[in-house]
């Protein structure tokens, strides 16, 4: 993906306020897979600017909250708001330590080269979802809503025999890529670049479901100040351009 200079430099000089004051040191963190395209952007240009180094494990929102409320501990959880308060309510993130800085709809592909259904509308949706062969949808935020919505379409029982769940941290993308599943549903930017897949658009408005990503600052971190930098660099306004660009928008903004 492209490096924007003036969006980097503008960044840098944020980050230097946000990191600034404290020695170098190891930031771990555990990040869901729908923030790895902005991410990836944006921790080099805080450990440029910092000096701290963070390494960062891969997961769905439901494999690390289960993971963490078994007891591991990183430095940074960067799950669905709710992940992070309910891993706070059970004493393993840091109460104040919520920090909101992206939000996602959710999105449709297709396996490359499929026709590509009309999703303009609820009631078109619920027809292409009817005619599809088969569907995959995640086992995170988007899945759970996808769930319901089928329901108060009034066809889950009706596609039940035809959906394909894959298990936390596993991109419905791969799937639909590898002929597994013909019509997928995910978080949008884990749709929008994936390679093998034609992404449709998001959701239609008047059933869009939007998760806000938060982070939080784990009780047992080896270097929470560094932590907590981190966390405002992300929700920085300079993060702006980054988190448009891969289909997300800053959590602060309005729907």
Not at 37 to 54: C, M
Not at 131 to 154: D, H, N, V
Not at 158 to 165: G, M, R
């Amino acid at each position: 993906m492209t490096r924007h200079p003036l969006a980097a430099l503008g960044l840098s000089a944020v980050l230097c306020v946000c990191g600034a004051g404290g020695q170098a040191a190891e930031v771990k963190v555990m990040a869901a897979n729908a923030l790895k395209d902005a991410y990836l952007e944006l921790v080099p240009a805080f450990e440029k600017a910092t000096g701290h180094k963070v390494t960062t494990v891969w997961s769905g929102t439901e494999a690390i909250a289960r993971r963490v409320a078994a007891g591991e501990a990183v430095d940074v959880v960067l799950v669905a708001a709710p992940s992070v308060d309910r891993l706070i309510a059970a004493g393993r993130l840091a109460p104040g330590s919520r920090t909101d800085f992206a939000k996602s709809g959710v999105g449709v592909a297709v396996r490359a080269g499929l026709p590509r259904p009309d999703i303009s509308s609820g009631q078109a949706l619920k027809r292409s979802v009817l005619a599809a062969g088969s569907i995959a949808y995640s086992s995170g935020p988007s899945g759970f809503y996808l769930e319901e919505l089928f329901k108060r379409m009034g066809i889950a029982d009706q596609i039940a025999h035809k959906v394909k769940q894959p298990a936390s941290g596993v991109q419905v993308a791969d799937l639909l890529a590898r002929g597994e599943a013909d019509l997928g549903f995910q978080q949008v930017p884990e749709l929008l670049h994936a390679k093998g897949v034609d992404y449709l658009g998001a959701l239609p408005p008047e059933i869009q479901n939007v998760t806000v990503y938060a982070g939080g600052v784990h009780v047992a971190a080896a270097s929470p100040d560094a932590a907590g930098a981190l966390l405002r660099a992300l929700a920085a306004p300079q993060a702006a351009p980054i988190l448009r660009r891969i289909g997300m928008e800053p959590a602060g903004t309005a729907p």
